[in-house]
């Protein structure tokens, strides 16, 4: 079985590269982590997007219109995501380009720590200084059946809603998050059980 290593004690993200011809940038909006505001920067004297799509159809808000041509060092919001951009794709009269954030992951998961006051955490009356991790699809679709932080050592207070499964639903698609909290510790091992087997996810710290 593959572990997977995914640090992140905050939500400091970092640009993106895609074939030397654009940069983007993800931040949360406000410290809050179920939804990223996506920056687009050009890398060439004219780039032209004719459409931004982010984790295969994730939705957003606000934003620029869209066909746009940037030149060199120029940049636009392409708009705030309901979801934590892994993949983004610009179709440009080139073809597409994609931008990927989370290149790697346990068994077609990804799953990231995080510990500090957000908007998230204060809606589920979750207190400032607990932990949450969030698990992340790159499967098409899997169905997850349980999570367990420290092998059974620590209890997670409740399933967090993110934005792109407002009914705790447990099925996932690319892109698409499952979120717990935990109460007063810090996860240094993840297991998730799902009908495709289990992934296990560790931190040293």
């Not at 004719?50 to 219109?65: E, F, I, L, S, T």
């Not at 060199?72 to 979801?83: D, K, M, R, V």
């Not at 009269?93 to 990231?112: K, N, R, Y």
Request: aromatic share 8%; with cysteine; proline share 5%.
């Amino acid at each position: 079985m593959r572990v997977a290593t995914c640090i992140a004690f905050s939500v400091l993200a970092f640009p993106a590269l895609a074939d030397d011809t654009f940069i983007v940038d993800k931040q949360p909006q406000g410290g809050d982590i179920r939804f990223w505001d996506v920056r687009i920067v050009s890398k060439i004297d004219n780039l032209r997007i004719d459409h931004v799509d982010v984790n295969r159809g994730c939705q957003h808000g606000g934003g620029v219109p869209l066909p746009v041509s940037l030149k060199f060092g120029e940049s636009i919001f392409a708009g705030t995501y309901y979801c934590d951009p892994i993949e983004v794709v610009l179709d440009t009269p080139a073809g597409a380009q994609t931008a990927e954030f989370e290149p790697s992951g346990s068994s077609g998961l990804i799953a990231q720590k995080y510990n500090l006051p957000s908007a998230l955490m204060l809606a589920n009356g979750v207190a400032d200084d607990n932990w949450s991790v969030v698990i992340t699809s790159l499967n098409d679709s899997v169905t997850i059946k349980s999570v367990t932080v420290n092998r059974g050592n620590c209890r997670y207070t409740a399933r967090l809603t993110m934005p792109e499964l407002p009914n705790n639903e447990s099925t996932l698609t690319y892109g698409e998050r499952f979120a717990v909290g935990s109460f007063e510790c810090n996860p240094l091992s993840v297991t998730v059980d799902t009908d495709k087997g289990l992934s296990e996810f560790s931190w040293d710290h």
